[in-house]
């Protein structure tokens, strides 16, 4: 029998980088779950904390304090197919996915069809193993429209798709539903924004929910305008940069990049990032018009088995003459990531003249 554990109350939305935060201090008590109840946390610690200590961590967010009794997670199974024991045939267990997600406290898998209909238990199960987790996600189909955004099915959890996501200390407001996120574009987030110097003007096409703006901001006391056709995604935007410090300014805007960046801007951007992999191609004459000369874009596309990093740069390099510039020099063509089986994002870094 386990004693009332002290605790830690706090809303919700505050819940990822919190736990975290206590974590590094040595005052989350891991063999306890944490609870969630009408959109507040109840987080098992190790002792009992002063006030002045809990204000030094979290600073303004709003908490209480006081004991309760919690679930040992000593109880957990701790692997998914322990958890699914007896629920699932070997052949489905195989199936099982072995990597996930992770968008602050919500989980996202990908569950093959001969196994989607076992969904529900499979999300309860990985609560019991990933205790941590507040809500589990399946994705359904691709990201698709101009909003470019993906359909998800519930499994398990709180039912809800907004969370706040944290990279590096950059605080990031997003809801998979309304508008475009990837969890997989840490590195080049952090990539792009060790790139900027202090004073560039940097656009940004597609921003979605604004991560590389608020990753250079953070860094750089430089201006980035951050576009995207999506209202959603820059009501996010603006959450973030209220939950952020910012050395430089961004500047959001809800339009269609190409009408805005043609009628804004005529060869006086140092940066323009084109994070639109399936269709920034349709774009690159506007960045052209708007780029300075030596400016860098940074220029995101799919490639695999019918589109060969040659061809990548073979069309890109054709769209740029059309429009009247030359590239000058690839300063660098990499991998971002694996989009599907064969199938990568790749981003070339171009000089443009």
């Known amino acids: 029998m386990y004693s009332p554990r002290p605790f830690l109350r706090i809303p919700e939305s505050d819940g990822d980088w919190v736990r975290k935060a206590l974590l590094t201090a040595n005052l989350l008590d891991k063999d306890f779950r944490i609870e969630s109840r009408d959109g507040m946390l109840f987080i098992p610690l190790r002792h009992e904390v002063e006030h002045e200590r809990i204000r030094e961590i979290l600073g303004v967010v709003a908490f209480e304090t006081g004991r309760k009794d919690f679930d ?38 990908e569950l093959p069809e001969e196994i989607a209909s076992y969904g529900k238990q499979i999300g309860e199960a990985f609560l019991a193993v990933h205790s941590s987790f507040m809500t589990v996600l399946a994705k359904r189909g691709a ?18 798709t907004k969370t706040v996501h944290t990279e590096y200390g950059c605080r990031i407001a997003v809801d998979l539903a309304k508008a475009y996120f990837s969890p997989r574009l840490l ?10 110097n202090d004073d560039e003007l940097i656009i940004d096409m597609f921003t979605g929910v604004g991560c590389f703006p608020l990753h250079i901001t953070r860094a750089h006391d430089s201006r980035v305008v951050a576009i995207d056709i999506n209202p959603d995604a820059i009501r ?9 410090r910012l050395r430089g300014e961004i500047v959001p805007v809800v339009a269609d ?3 805005y960046v043609r009628a804004n801007f005529f060869k006086n951007a140092d940066r323009i990032i084109m994070n639109h992999p399936s269709g920034a191609l349709e774009f ?15 220029y995101h596309a799919f490639t695999g088995a019918d589109n060969s990093d040659e061809e990548m740069i073979e069309k890109v390099t054709q769209v740029i003459s059309k429009s009247g510039r030359d590239l000058v020099e690839i ?20 000089i443009i003249r």
């Not at 998800?152 to 709180?158: K, M, P, V």
């Not at 300063?331 to 171009?350: F, G, I, N, T, W």
């Open 187 to 196: 590195e080049e987030h952090s990539r792009i924004a060790k790139q900027v």
């Open 284 to 298: 690159v004459s506007e960045a052209c018009h708007a780029i300075r000369d030596n400016g860098v874009i940074h």
């Open 257 to 259: 990049s190409g009408v």
């Open 72 to 109: 040992p997670l000593s109880k957990c199974p701790r692997t998914l197919k322990d958890a699914l024991a007896g629920t699932m045939g070997a052949e489905q267990m195989a199936l099982l996915p072995r990597a996930y997600d992770m968008v602050g406290d919500i989980a996202v898998l």
């Open 236 to 244: 996010l935007l603006r959450e973030s940069m209220s939950m952020n």
């Open 143 to 160: 990201v698709s429209g101009t909003s470019r955004t993906r359909q998800y099915e519930f499994l398990a959890g709180q039912r809800k």
């Open 331 to 350: 300063a660098q063509l990499k991998r971002v990531r694996e989009s599907a089986p064969h199938e990568y994002q790749m981003v070339a870094d171009l």
